[in-house]
């Protein structure tokens, strides 16, 4: 089955640098790679996802970018600011049944 | 649009009990339902894919008889924790996705503690 790893597991950054946050995948057959912002006891927020037709995304300050060759796909936050701190989560899922196997998770704290 | 429901939003039982959760889509027909579970800083892990009408397919690992999955309606599937114990105490998700697309859309949670 998929296999889904994420980097780094924590990351803390100064308010207005950029976040990146980096997975990789193992199954060839993914092609729909969404991100997740979760807060503390609440449900994860879609805030980005990229088809595998598509090399990079891009939303105000965040981005996406796939490269498919390699099975890699990251998320770049820019300008980052202190709302931005919470645990994201990349994922990836097939055509097949559309289950999404997520990463292990990154915690970003944004210092002001 | 696209909003999903989950009942209770937590809920605290004894060990050997058991306990319903719902979910719900409120605004839009569900093909397909997921359930999720997530331990104190964890990932998602998804413990079951279910489909209106039909048998929930599990993940490996997770106990069919114990984690009870009914999907009887395209906008109610509900899980039941059966014979609770302290080790099922968890942040239960569901989701359900519209269409037979990608994208999935997650309830609330559910945060589940067995004494």
């Known amino acids: 089955g998929e296999n889904v790893e994420q980097h780094p597991s924590t990351l803390s950054v100064q308010e207005g640098d950029s976040a990146v946050i980096k997975c990789t995948y193992s199954?060839?057959?993914?092609?729909?790679f969404p991100w997740y912002k979760q807060e503390l006891g609440k449900r994860p927020q879609l805030i980005i996802d990229i088809r595998s037709n598509v090399g990079e995304k891009k939303d105000q300050r965040i981005a996406v970018t796939l490269n498919k060759t390699a099975k890699h796909f990251s998320l770049h936050i820019t300008e980052t600011q202190p709302e931005d701190s919470a645990v994201y989560f990349c994922a990836a899922s097939t055509n097949a049944g559309n289950m999404l196997t997520f990463g292990g998770g990154t915690r970003l704290m944004v210092k002001p | 649009g696209a909003v999903v429901s989950q009942h209770p939003s937590w809920v605290i039982c004894k060990s050997g009990t058991s306990v319903k959760i719902e979910c719900r889509s409120l605004?839009?027909?569900?093909?397909?339902m997921f359930w999720y579970r997530q331990f104190p800083k964890q990932s998602l892990m998804l413990m079951a894919t279910s489909n209106e009408g039909s048998k929930a397919t599990y993940e490996q690992g997770v106990e069919k008889d114990k984690f009870l999955i009914n999907h009887a309606s395209l906008t109610l599937s509900t899980l039941t924790v059966t014979s609770a114990h302290p080790e099922d105490s968890s942040f239960y998700i569901c989701?359900?996705?519209?269409?037979?697309?990608?994208?999935?859309?997650f309830g609330p949670g559910t945060r589940l503690t067995v004494l």
């Open positions: 199954d060839s057959a993914s092609n729909y």
């Open positions: 989701s359900a996705n519209q269409g037979g697309g990608h994208e999935q859309f």
């Open positions: 605004d839009f027909q569900a093909t397909t």
